[in-house]
């Protein structure tokens, strides 16, 4: 198969949710589909403990998180689907969000007993600003939960996305008889025990049956008032094809996901300093999107994460780390079969491959075997939520300290700001596990004892221009630098964000999420 026949056969995707949603239970019903485990409850060590943990960071074995399902990728009818995993528990931290910009599509769970959640919002903003096609499952279809029209309007006021149901249920809870398939034109009844049985709508008896009238009237309705179709609005991000059923029923997920897979994007051209490179072009090209810090750590190795943007990966071949242009040989590689970390030996646009790294990488770095010089321009700076003032326990390890925050911001690990009324230090994160895994590395790697003064959440939000007036900042509104010297004010609340602006119309306040 040619490159250009590999790279439109990949379908690399984030299932995106709130806890509990059910995208484990979802994820497992793929990977059933891919033949790649043979029982469901295998995907996360948390919960089955099948998968050792031994292997990995500590903080990560106190807190029961696994890493090992960080991709997965098997063939599926004509395809070759790549699942990343987004940590979204405890575990939701900046790389949860860098994850997304290394997929082509998105499926987003919402359970249909409580509709949009706030994490489901913040990770949908990300898929948003990187204008990727985002498909939604809505799960739960056997519990009571809210009115399917209902969920339908939430998505639209809260997320701002306009959608298309592909079909619609027929009942919920205990009276859930299946769904109209309307992509289609089926009726798939849902007889439970992961059973169900698919009739053409026009040998369907609707006589008789009022639930199935009635849900005709509502079709009826969504085909005169709802939106219309268009495969190329769902590829700009526009529209999400919607679908209703139930993950752990294993209801409607073959239709849905044969349905993702067709309409899925494979991978697009992606952006450099220098423009667009497209995914078929022969030259291997790719950036890191995460780095996963001593998975062994008797070695202390670590593992960077990188999306191949283009061309075809060979092992053993030699590329360009173009930040250092540092040539290497990239023999040690993996990839990321569920239930182990194979040797990959060849490997396509929009695969992710694992390499050794023996703290060479950083995140957003660069790897090419051409000769010229790319950059990719795919790890935005994100807005982080939490915020903690730090301080070293010991003035005698101050040295240490600096020197260990300026090296685990750069790598990404957490970002690092200035007050600017008294210079204090400052860290932002997007999840609480930052904090934990930064307090950690700086005692294991840096020997530096270290303490927190909690913020709060705040929402940060950059200047313009720097500021005239300081008299205009107090601790509710705090003025900070970022790491560039960006001035940026961490509001207290959204009460204090309206306050801010209704009285300084003229200072321009920029969103990172709207900016990037
Ligand atoms: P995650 O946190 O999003 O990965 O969610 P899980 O897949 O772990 O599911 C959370 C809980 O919801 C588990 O107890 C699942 O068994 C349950 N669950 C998932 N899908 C469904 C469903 O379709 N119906 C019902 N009733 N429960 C479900």
Redo the contacts with the bound molecule.
């Keep these: 198969m040619s490159v250009k026949e590999q790279v439109n056969n990949r379908r690399t995707f984030a299932i995106i ?1 709130h ?8 994820t497992e019903k793929l990977l059933l589909f891919g033949n790649i485990i043979r029982e469901a409850g295998t995907v996360k060590g948390k919960k089955s403990g099948k998968f050792a943990t031994s292997d990995w960071m500590e903080i990560e074995k106190k807190r029961g998180i696994s890493v090992t399902s960080s991709v997965m990728s098997f063939p599926y009818k004509d395809y070759y689907v790549n699942i990343l995993d987004t940590p ?2 405890e575990d939701f931290s900046e790389d949860t969000y860098r994850t997304l910009t290394a997929v082509d599509s998105v499926v987003m ?1 919402i359970d249909s007993t409580k509709g949009v959640e706030p994490q489901t919002i913040k990770l949908f903003k990300v898929c948003r600003m990187r204008g990727i096609p985002i498909f939604t499952f809505i ?5 009571e939960g809210k009115d399917p029209l209902e969920l339908l309007a939430e998505i639209e006021d809260v997320l701002g996305i306009e959608s298309y149901p592909m079909n619609w249920p027929v009942g919920m809870g205990k009276r859930f008889e299946g769904i109209i398939d309307r992509f289609n034109n089926q009726f798939v009844r849902f007889l439970g025990d992961e059973k169900e049985e698919i009739t053409p709508l026009e040998q369907l008896d609707k006589a008789g049956n009022p639930t199935i009238e009635s849900v005709f009237d509502e079709l009826e309705l969504l085909d005169e008032a709802g939106n219309e179709f268009s495969e190329e609005r769902v590829m700009k991000g526009e529209l999400t094809p919607v679908f209703f059923g ?4 294993n209801f409607g997920i073959r239709t849905f996901f044969d349905t993702f897979i067709r309409f899925a994007s494979p991978p697009k051209p992606r952006k450099t300093d220098d423009g667009l490179v497209s995914p078929d072009s022969e030259t291997f090209t790719g950036y890191i999107f995460k780095i996963q810090a001593n998975m062994n750590p008797a070695h202390r190795d670590r593992i960077a994460f990188l999306r191949i943007c283009s061309g075809k990966f060979t092992r053993g071949m030699n590329v360009r780390l173009t930040r250092t242009n540092k040539t290497m040989n990239l023999n040690q590689t993996q990839q990321f079969l569920a239930s182990s970390r194979e040797t990959v030996d060849e490997a396509y646009a929009g695969d992710i491959i694992g390499l050794y790294d023996p703290n060479m990488y950083q995140i957003g770095d660069t790897i090419t075997a051409g000769k010229e010089d790319i950059h990719y321009r795919e790890l935005p700076q994100f807005p982080p939520e939490m915020f903690r003032k730090v301080r070293v326990k010991n003035v005698m390890k101050s040295k240490q300290f600096k020197k260990g925050i300026e090296q685990l911001v750069q790598e990404g690990a957490i970002q690092l700001f200035k007050q600017e009324s008294n210079d204090d230090t400052i860290l932002g994160a997007v999840g609480q596990l930052q904090f934990e895994v930064f307090e950690y590395r700086m005692k294991a790697e840096y020997n530096v004892d270290i303490e927190f003064t909690h913020l709060g959440d705040r929402i940060p939000r950059w200047l313009a221009e720097p500021p005239k007036d300081l008299r205009l900042f107090d601790s509710r509104s705090l003025l900070v630098k970022d790491r560039y010297d960006r001035y940026a004010v961490l509001f207290e609340n959204d009460f204090t964000l309206r306050y801010f602006k209704d009285k300084n119309k003229d200072v321009e306040l920029i969103d990172l999420f709207e900016a990037n």
């Design positions: 949710s806890p509990d949603a059910g995208k484990t239970t979802m979204g528990h769970i799960n739960k279809l056997d519990r139930s993950a752990l029923a």
